[in-house]
Structures are given as C-alpha cells and as structure tokens.
C-alpha cells in the first residue's frame, strides 16, 4: 500500500468511524429511553393497583 | 408500500442512505477515472459533500431559527438547534478530511494563509459556541430567542466562506466549480452528485433520527412529571 492509498483510506475510515461513533451514541440513547419507558409503565402500574382497592370499597348501607 | 413509507419515514430514510452511500463508494472506486491529480483526488467525492452539507445544516439551522423569531413554530428551536448539530458534526469531518487531503497534496495538514481554510474554522468555531451559549442559558423563551438571533448571525459567514475562494488572491485550495461550469469529467461530476446526495441524505436522516429522540426524551420528562 502506498503512502497516498493509506491516507485516502484514512479519509474514508475516518468519516465511517465518525459516523459508527454517533450511531453507537444513538445507540446507548434509545437503550436510555427503553429503560426510561419501562419504568414509567411500572410507575403507571402501581398508580392504578392504589387507586383500585379505594374504587373497590363498598358504600356504607344505612339499614333500619 | 406508501403505506409503509408514511408510517416509517426515518426507516424509509435511512434505507435511501444506505443504498446511496453504496453507489457512491462504488462510483468513486470502480467508475471514476484517477486524473493528472493521483489517487488523493479521490477523497474530493466526500470532501466537498461533507463540507457542502454542513453549510446546508448550518442554513437550515438558521432558517429554523428564523421561524422561531417570526411565527413562534413551538418546534422550530430544537429543529434549529438539532440542524446546527449536525452541522457541526459534518463541519467536523469537513476539516479532518480536508486536513488529510492537504497533507498528500500540500504536503502540511494545515495553512493559515488560506482565507478558506481559516474562513470555514471560524464558521465552526462559530457554531461550536453556539453550544456554550445554548447550555449556560436555563431552557425558556429567553434560551430559545438568544440561539435563535446567534444562529442567523452566524449565516452570514456561509457565502463568505463558499465565496472566499473567489474572492482570495492566494490559490493554493483548488476551485473546482467556476462559472463557466465544473472543471471535470462528466462522469467525475456525476460520481460527485451522487455522493453529495448520499451526504445530504445522510444528514436528513441523522436529523431526523435525533429529532425524534429529543421529542420523546421530552415526552417522557413530561409524563414522568405527571405520574409523580
């Protein structure tokens, strides 16, 4: 390989890790709100387990 | 499969870049000619499609800002402010690139004696401060209309930078594109417009795709406020 083949390969290999470097980001992001996203559902999930045993008391019934 | 494309535009994208990028590489390697130049010309067909669509970032970018100043778009600040990113990012690749390629022609990875070369710095550092001014002020309108009058100002240096090649007295950086049309073969010129379509593409996308990662970051802050 000649001098001027490795820095033409250099300039390509460079532009592709730049961009590899930003999807792997990406990447670690989307992971990030997967997570972010299951445990608001989790958050979510307990809200209503709470809230349903106080909808499931019955009324007070008055008799005689 | 309009179907398909309409609910899947950042996939439909992305596929577009990726087959774009490949008829690029292949252009480039297998289809145009090495001229007088050698081999290092070869890195001119991402070069100047990095460097073209950073300017068209950073325009874009403005125009967004734009709109936040005159209509008040509720969006038009994260799309500018995520438009001036990518910018960065390709203006980044731009100098890397460039430098690499003034080393094999020029024999140094940099000179200071060209308006150009100096002139596309100090747009990137422009807008690399763009960021400091962004993070050091609280998020609000008061953030919003700052970035937005910053990212017009620095617009003006795009034609000066695209222009001061033409404008210098020193010819060291090569002027490819003159008004008598570009100074190379049809089939090189081609090769250049399909890799310039890959980069904007390319551009489009990682917009795109990052836009759409803020606004759900956004989303979930805002639902987790309300389940708290």
Not at chain 1, 42 to 63: D, G, H, I, N, T
Not at chain 2, 104 to 117: A, M
């Amino acid at each position: 390989m000649t001098t001027e083949e490795k820095y033409v390969a250099a300039a390509y290999l460079v532009v592709f890790a730049v961009l590899l470097l930003y999807v792997v980001i990406m990447a670690a992001k989307v992971t990030r709100l997967g997570r972010d996203v299951a445990e608001l559902t989790e958050l979510a999930r307990e809200k209503k387990r709470s809230e349903e045993p106080a909808k499931a008391v019955p009324k007070q019934v008055k008799v005689g | 499969m309009s179907t398909w494309l309409r609910n899947n535009p950042v996939t439909a994208l992305a596929v577009l870049t990726a087959a774009l990028l490949t008829a690029s590489i292949a252009l480039i390697f297998f289809y145009a000619p090495v001229d007088a130049d050698g081999l290092n010309q070869k890195i001119f067909y991402f070069h100047v499609p990095i460097a073209l669509t950073s300017y068209a970032c950073f325009g874009w970018g403005a125009l967004k800002a734009f709109m936040h100043l005159w209509k008040r778009t509720p969006t038009a600040d994260l799309e500018s402010y995520v438009a001036i990113h990518q910018g960065v990012i390709f203006g980044a690749l731009t100098l890397v690139t460039g430098s690499i390629w003034a080393k094999v022609r020029w024999g140094t990875w940099w000179t200071w004696s060209d308006e150009q070369l100096v002139l596309f710095l100090v747009l990137f550092l422009f807008y690399c401060a763009y960021f400091m001014l962004r993070f050091s002020v609280d998020p609000g309108p008061q953030r919003a209309n700052l970035c937005a009058v910053y990212a017009l100002f620095g617009v003006v240096l795009i034609p000066i930078s695209f222009l001061a090649i033409r404008l210098a007295n020193s010819y060291i950086h090569p002027t490819v594109f003159r008004s008598s049309g570009p100074a190379m073969a049809t089939s090189q010129f081609a090769t250049f417009c399909v890799a310039w379509a890959a980069m904007l593409s390319l551009a489009y996308f990682l917009y795109r795709f990052e836009l759409a990662g803020k606004r759900l970051d956004a989303n979930l802050k805002e639902l987790r406020e309300l389940l708290a």
